[in-house]
């Protein structure tokens, strides 16, 4: 029994991080799929960010109605993806209809029935598996980058959580100060009003004296 592309690509998972570049930038887009579904994100090197490509619950809201069907976020069906030089614009391909989505705007169109699918390598180019020399080099190092970024996401996420326990504990020691000072202020012998007036009173008949 042969099974359809499509069919088979819901269990297969990346294991690798492929680049598909903006442009002439070095800023690229790519996609990663686990058992978890796919995500989609956005790098630039240079700055060292990293970012989700888009809001996957907006986008997945407007494809769900115009595919009149229900769609998970995580596990979004699309594929044929590419993007405009401007990295304004995200294309893909759906039931044979294709799709595009302003990344600005959030705003998805549909443009029609898709054109056929290119024979496998055709067209890769710069964002696929040509240009850039060596493609194996090039994914090793992109890799390495995404994993930086992940690594400095998460230490700056750890500075983060340091940083809000220090504010807690000095907001605990302004607390307690507060605390100290009031028992503090209520253990002070106080004048009552009684013994006042007798010093009122008995001032008065002295100065009658």
Not at 149 to 171: C, I, P, S
Request: glycine share 8%; with cysteine; net charge positive.
């Amino acid at each position: 029994m042969k099974y359809s592309n499509e069919y088979l690509r819901q269990f297969v998972y990346d294991s690798a991080v492929t680049p598909h570049w903006i442009g002439k930038t070095d800023v690229f887009w790519y996609s990663y799929r686990t058992s978890a579904g796919t995500r989609w994100y956005r790098v630039n090197p240079r700055l060292a960010i990293k970012e989700p490509l888009f809001d996957c619950m907006k986008l997945g809201s407007q494809l769900s109605e115009m595919v009149q069907k229900p769609l998970d976020c995580a596990q979004l069906p699309l594929t044929r993806e590419s993007m405009n030089d401007e990295g304004s614009k995200f294309r893909f391909v759906v039931d044979e209809y294709q799709y595009e989505y302003d990344l600005i705007s959030e705003k998805l169109t549909k443009t029609g029935r898709a054109p056929a699918a290119p024979a496998f390598g055709a067209g890769q180019g710069r964002g696929g598996f040509g240009g850039r020399g060596n493609f194996q080099q090039i994914q090793q190092q992109i890799q390495e980058q995404v994993q930086q970024l992940q690594q400095n996401q998460n230490q700056n996420q750890n500075q983060n959580q340091q940083q809000t326990q220090q504010n807690q504990q000095v907001q605990q020691n302004n607390n307690q100060n507060q605390q100290n000072t009031q028992q503090q202020n209520a253990r002070k012998p106080r004048t009552s009003g009684y013994l006042l007036r007798h010093v009122w009173i008995d001032s008065r008949y002295e100065g009658m004296a």
